[in-house]
């Protein structure tokens, strides 16, 4: 079946700085593959998605390529802010998700 | 459009005692997912529910969880008696349909403390 591997935190970064969450993923075909976020006292809020091979998910400064040679989905943003302060979950569509990635950015 | 919706949003009970939470998913959303999320820990699946038939509840406790979702709507998720390894966040969520491209809405959970 399908599973991924996301990095553990928990990863604290300054305002500003550039943000890379590792997110890997195996499967037998290409499932679609999603980024959630989780805000403290919240549900999981879906972030963003990705279909099939080279698409590339986008919202709210943050993007993901799903790309196939590597299998891989890394969460990239360019310039963090404190409110993205969360706890950010990698899911390849087969209802286990891991522990999640909890990032702090300080001001 | 509406959210996933909750409720209650908070409870605290004692071990032993039995505590019901509810859950009315997205318009037309058929598939309805309940999930236990202890602190620190990613959500973990309870059941899944397909319109109102069960799909997948190989994690659910059986002794002590039950779900329902009858008209293929709202859901009920009960535990009876309750103990102190059950305090969580219970989160619903519901999507289009299972699988494919759609991802899952999540409401914002019933948090659960047994005392």
């Known amino acids: 079946g399908n599973s991924v591997t996301q990095m553990e935190g928990p990863v604290t970064l300054s305002e500003e700085a550039f943000l890379t969450i590792n997110c890997t993923y195996t499967?037998?075909?290409?499932?679609?593959l999603f980024w959630y976020v989780q805000y403290p006292g919240e549900g999981l809020q879906l972030l963003l998605k990705a279909t099939k091979a080279d698409d590339k998910g986008s919202n709210k400064g943050f993007e993901a390529t799903y790309r196939k040679e590597t299998t891989s989905f890394h969460l990239e943003k360019g310039s963090v802010q404190v409110s993205d302060s969360a706890v950010y979950f990698c899911d390849g569509q087969n209802f286990v998700f891991g522990p999640g990635t909890r990032l702090s950015v300080l001001p | 459009e509406a959210g996933v919706a909750q409720s209650p949003r908070y409870k605290i009970i004692e071990k032993r005692q039995s505590v019901a939470f509810w859950c009315n998913p997205i318009?037309?959303?058929?598939?309805l997912y309940w999930y236990q999320q202890i602190l620190g820990q990613g959500p973990k699946l309870l059941i899944q529910?397909?319109?109102?038939?069960?799909?997948?509840d190989s994690q659910l406790p059986k002794d002590r969880f039950s779900a329902e979702r009858l008209k293929g709507v709202d859901s009920t998720l009960k535990i009876q008696p309750a103990k102190l390894e059950d305090s969580a966040v219970y989160l619903c969520?519901?999507?289009?349909?299972?699988?494919?491209?759609?991802?899952?809405?999540f409401g914002s959970g019933t948090r659960l403390t047994v005392v």
């Open positions: 318009s037309g959303h058929a598939t």
């Open positions: 529910f397909q319109n109102n038939g069960v799909v997948d």
């Open positions: 969520a519901s999507s289009p349909a299972r699988g494919g491209n759609y991802g899952y809405t």
């Open positions: 499967a037998t075909g290409y499932p679609s």
